[in-house]
């Protein structure tokens, strides 16, 4: 009798609440491949509740070869998506689709190429002339750029086909890669200490791993961006600066081929080239994008005949919510 007295008195105290809570509003966010270190900071602010306590109900869709994000953005198959590098907001723009970059978390893209110890190339200049084997996509993203500015020629590529095994058995060889992955997997499968030229140390101008959102979220539910904006900002920091176990839990949990030894290497590496927290980011925070920045990007691309000079670059990305954010990390704020 007193339980059921009880009931009757705190059911209506229960209703109430649950009607007062406001309701969660469900983003999909879809990743540019597997699950990885390089996705840390997302995984963070779901693991640590971050973007539930903002007031949002995401899901983690796992990307892979098959994933093509900017189609199921442009589709409506997921509301949220990364931009693996600056070429991917431009092409979008340029094809007509509505979708903006709202922040970069990777300040410095972590494409490589990487060499043999050997004395006769010790920088990018030296390259010039050597056969570097590159794939298909990079024909179009940072081989121009590299033709530009060290007078790299077409007749230098050879097929880069994610093979290390061609790498691995010529000592002249030279190839793409990825700061946290090729690299790693020199080291310990072929049991040498490759040389490693991070082209964004050499003026590479390009943003990585920005947060793609369509326009009429923009539109519509621009507080739902910032919020998103603002708990991925916090989990990046987290992640990378306090605990990243209960984000490597759910990536290994996605993606059983990403041993600890493989996501602590690329997280030292984050760290220790700067990729998240350097240039502007030191200043106006993590995941911050500046005109300027874009501005050189784009000529740089344009110039090469890669985007007409007529196009508005400028839709490409919005600067609002990095602006208006909670920036970790920042020495001030705007």
């Known amino acids: 009798m007193r339980f059921l007295l009880a009931m009757a008195l705190t059911a209506p105290v229960l209703l109430a609440a649950a009607q007062a809570a406001p309701a969660l509003t469900h983003v999909t966010f879809v990743t540019d491949w597997k699950a990885l270190a390089e996705h840390g900071g997302f995984y963070e602010a779901l693991a640590e509740g971050l973007y539930r306590k903002a007031g949002l109900d995401v899901r983690i869709l796992e990307g ?130 490759p040389q490693v030229f991070l082209l964004a140390d050499n003026g590479y101008p390009g943003y990585a791993n920005m947060v793609l959102v369509p326009q009429k979220w923009i539109d519509t539910n621009p507080a739902a961006v910032q919020a ?41 590496k984050m760290k220790s080239y700067g990729i998240v927290m350097s240039g502007d980011a030191r200043e106006f925070g993590l995941g911050v994008m500046t005109d300027a920045r874009w501005k050189a990007f784009f000529d740089t691309m344009s110039s090469e005949g890669l985007y007409p000079k007529s196009l508005r670059y400028e839709g490409a990305y919005d600067l609002r919510f990095v602006q208006n954010g909670l920036h970790p990390g920042a020495a001030k704020t705007r």
Do not use: C
């Open 64 to 193: 892979g070869p098959s994933v093509n994000v900017p189609q199921l953005l442009a589709a409506g198959a997921a509301d949220m998506g990364i931009g693996s590098n600056g070429f991917i907001p431009l092409n979008m723009l340029r094809e007509g689709a509505k979708i903006k970059a709202v922040m970069a978390v990777f300040q410095k893209d972590p494409q490589v190429l990487i060499a043999h110890q050997r004395p006769d190339v010790k920088s990018l200049a030296d390259m010039r002339g050597k056969p570097i084997m590159i794939s298909d996509a990079s024909t179009v993203a940072f081989w121009p750029w590299l033709k530009a500015k060290y007078g790299f020629s077409d007749t230098q590529i050879r097929k880069y086909t994610f093979n290390l095994a061609p790498f691995l058995v010529d000592p002249k060889a030279i190839q793409e890669g990825y700061l946290t992955s090729e690299p790693y997997t020199i080291e310990t499968e072929g049991h040498t200490t």
């Open 228 to 268: 998103f904006v603002n708990a991925t900002e916090r989990g990046w920091w987290n992640y990378l600066f306090a605990d990243p176990a209960p984000a490597n839990a759910m990536i290994r949990q996605d993606n059983p081929d990403m041993t600890e030894g493989l996501i602590a290497q690329a997280v030292s």
